[in-house]
């Protein structure tokens, strides 16, 4: 936990320099990955700090995100699998030293994309659930990459997009609210959306 809370202490230094921006696109992209903290821990302080580019903001960690998934995407895609169909030796090393990756996850994934393909990575996009698990296990179990990028764009969007109106709208006041919150309310958002996917899919 030591080293995580580095990481944490490193990815909030970026909102006191010049260079914050940059900062905020390079963890946007390795937070897709393999980065365990996610881009809004930085987002927030950044968009207090200048009001008047919130949506600049939100639009770098956007970019910055689906640009990670991409990679994220290939990688899976690429080196993945060995020749006799098994992990490769890249994978095992993500399984070892990457939080939230482990093998029997990642092994399940693959029904959940049987099961429900868009709506299981806008809900991965949109929620606290670590997205870079998403991005790889897409590419490794060969998602439809036009599909996969869809999804990730609305729900990167939408949940980077939301954020930042919630602190146009409210200002440093809601601070302390969106990180108590923010994660159960983007659950319960989720879970709503899904319900009225699923809805119109039975009904339809």
């Known amino acids: 936990m030591k080293y995580v809370r580095s990481l944490y202490d490193w990815v909030l230094s970026w909102a ?34 200048n009001p008047k580019k919130i949506f600049k903001f939100a639009l770098i960690c956007t970019f910055g995100s689906i640009m990670g998934a991409s990679l994220g995407y ?35 994934i693959k029904l959940l994309y049987d099961e429900y393909n ?30 996969f990028i869809f999804a990730s764009s609305i729900s990167r969007s939408a949940r980077f997009f939301l954020l930042a109106t919630l602190l146009k709208i409210f200002g440093e006041t809601i601070t302390n609210f969106i990180d108590k919150y923010f994660n159960i309310l983007s659950l319960v958002f989720t879970i709503t959306l899904i319900c009225g996917f699923l809805i119109i899919k039975y009904i339809f």
């Open 16 to 49: 006191h320099k010049k260079s914050g921006h940059y900062g905020l696109a390079l963890i946007s992209f390795i937070e897709s990955i393999f980065f365990p903290i996610p881009p809004d821990v930085l987002l927030i302080p950044l968009c207090i700090g």
């Open 74 to 108: 290939f990688l899976g895609y690429s080196i993945w699998w060995d020749e006799s169909g098994n992990f490769s030796l890249i994978a095992l090393k993500f399984f070892e030293y990457i939080p939230s990756f482990d093998t029997h996850t990642f092994e399940s």
């Open 118 to 147: 868009f709506l299981i990575i806008f809900t991965a996009g949109f929620t606290p659930i670590p997205f870079k698990i998403f991005t790889i296990s897409a590419g490794a179990f060969d998602l439809n990459f036009f599909m």
